[in-house]
């Protein structure tokens, strides 16, 4: 076996947009630091971008000690040679022994490319993280296999950094501490921009989009609700409380509503402060997309539903009656100004 004893340390790519971070990356940092006090090593951070120090901050009060700061105008949207250039010149420098990436486009791409280039090995799409405790210190990154009936704890022994993208809303963020300590290292871009032969010439925001992976609360219906048309009472509950609507295979393959909705595992997975499974039987294939939300709410006139397993609050009745009534409630407490997801609390 290589000896790989110079490469230590846990690093995570911060993922930015616009100046502003996605979710996963904080819920990596979370992950990471499990890994990281295991190995008894130093958190690390990366973030590049254009004016994005901001999040380098962030990344400390997240768990991170230590930040790569990589800033320039021609770094402001995300390009595959400038932003896997700067992540492998400072994998060279640093040698971490784990990095770890949102399993979104952006980091599919990005950590791909890296891996390839290294070259090492990379696991894609993984839902959970764990080590072996020195001397192995081994990264043991597990993900569903074989239509979410296996999960593969895939291994990397022969290189290093041992490499992984994460599932978002799989994790859970360490609770912000804006008093938390770190500090922030500024690293040069080797690229200059005619170095680089991509341009970005548009970003086209998909209008209809949906936002479930970033979304607090989810009001989900599945097939309970019989068609489409009762989709509507569930968006007027979403848009009462701020949320987005969410939906089980069921509705999607039914044509009552667009795939972009559908929670699960050929959807997406979520981790809501609050959702709602309304019409939803509970099937194993839709609660792996969504029972590591904070809080459940059931809504369902079967009693024996497995969906009532996950809930943290159940309700057996006919959702004809109960969602308009919830969303009377919620909208009344909002014209008092009063917080509309109390009425869950009391
Ligand atoms: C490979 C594979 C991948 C899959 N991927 C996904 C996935 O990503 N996401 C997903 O969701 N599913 C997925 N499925 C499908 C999954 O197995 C279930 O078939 C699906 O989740 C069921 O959807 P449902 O709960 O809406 O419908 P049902 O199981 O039919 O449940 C409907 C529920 O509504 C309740 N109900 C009916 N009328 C009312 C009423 N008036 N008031 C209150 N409650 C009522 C019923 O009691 C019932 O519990 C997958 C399946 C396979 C094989």
Not at 177 to 188: F, L, N, Q, Y
Not at 201 to 209: D, L
Request: neutral net charge; charged residues 25%; contains cysteine.
């Amino acid at each position: 076996m290589p000896d790989w004893s110079n490469y230590r340390g846990v690093l995570v790519y911060v993922e930015q947009r616009n100046g502003a971070a996605k979710n996963v990356s904080w819920q990596l940092l979370g992950a990471g630091q499990k890994l990281a006090a295991k190995l008894d090593v130093s958190l690390m951070a990366l973030v590049i971008g254009d004016q994005v120090e901001h999040l380098a901050r962030e990344a400390i009060c997240y768990g991170a000690d230590r930040v790569f700061l990589c800033e320039g105008p021609e770094l402001k949207d995300y390009r595959t040679r400038p932003y896997s250039r700067i992540t492998l010149k400072l994998i060279e420098d640093v040698k971490p022994e784990i990095c770890l990436f949102g399993a979104t486009a952006t980091g599919r791409d990005l950590a791909g490319a890296i891996a390839t280039h290294l070259p090492t090995g990379l696991t894609a799409d993984t839902t959970e993280l764990d080590v072996e405790p020195p001397p192995s210190r081994l990264l043991l990154a597990s993900r569903p296999a074989f239509a979410e009936k296996m999960m593969a704890t895939i291994l990397c022994k022969q290189y290093r950094p041992q490499m992984a993208t994460a599932r978002a809303g799989v994790f859970q963020a360490l609770p912000r501490d804006p008093d938390r300590k770190g500090e922030i290292v500024r690293i040069p871009n080797p690229m200059g921009e005619e170095q680089i032969a991509t341009r970005v010439v548009e970003f086209i925001e998909q209008k209809s989009g949906v936002n479930l992976e970033e979304a607090e609360i989810i009001v989900a219906g599945g097939r309970g609700l019989g068609g489409p048309e009762p989709f509507k009472m569930l968006k007027e509950l979403a848009d009462a409380l701020g949320g987005e609507v969410g939906a089980s295979r069921a509705c999607v393959d039914a044509g009552w509503i667009k795939h972009e909705h559908q929670v699960g595992q050929t959807g997406c997975t979520v981790r809501p402060k609050l959702y709602f499974a309304i019409g939803i039987s509970g099937a194993v294939q839709h609660t792996v997309g969504m029972s590591n939300s904070e809080v459940i709410i059931a809504i369902n006139k079967d009693p024996d539903a497995p969906i009532f397993q996950f809930a943290h609050y159940g309700i057996v009745g006919d959702l004809f009656k109960i969602v308009p009534a919830i969303t009377a409630q919620v909208r009344q407490r909002k014209a008092k100004k009063a917080d509309p997801t109390e009425i869950f609390h009391s």
